[in-house]
């Protein structure tokens, strides 16, 4: 019985995180530069045989490196770049990727 509590409980934790995902993209479709996340969840077993029982996992967040298009704003501190490419940002714990 208790098992099967769990089982229910992590699938809605996991749907509970697309869910905010999904809310988060929808939020900020309009958002110039923002780059969409998505959720990659994985079954996890407990035990083996016939006592196994399957979990959802809580998910792994990973971010769309898909292209948008290029707009101009006309705000002088707005960049972009075109292709595979990333902005290097020094901070005080070193180099950072956005």
Known sequence: MQDSLYVALSSQIALERRLDTIADN??????IGFRATGVKFEDVVSGTGPKSV??????????????????ETGNPFDFAIQGDAWFAIETPTG????
Request: without cysteine; positive net charge; glycine residues 8%.
């Open 54 to 71: 399957s979990f959802a996992s809580s998910g792994k967040t990973y971010l769309s490196t898909a292209h948008g298009s290029m707009t």
């Open 26 to 31: 929808v939020a900020n479709a309009s958002t």
């Open 95 to 98: 180099t950072v990727m956005t």
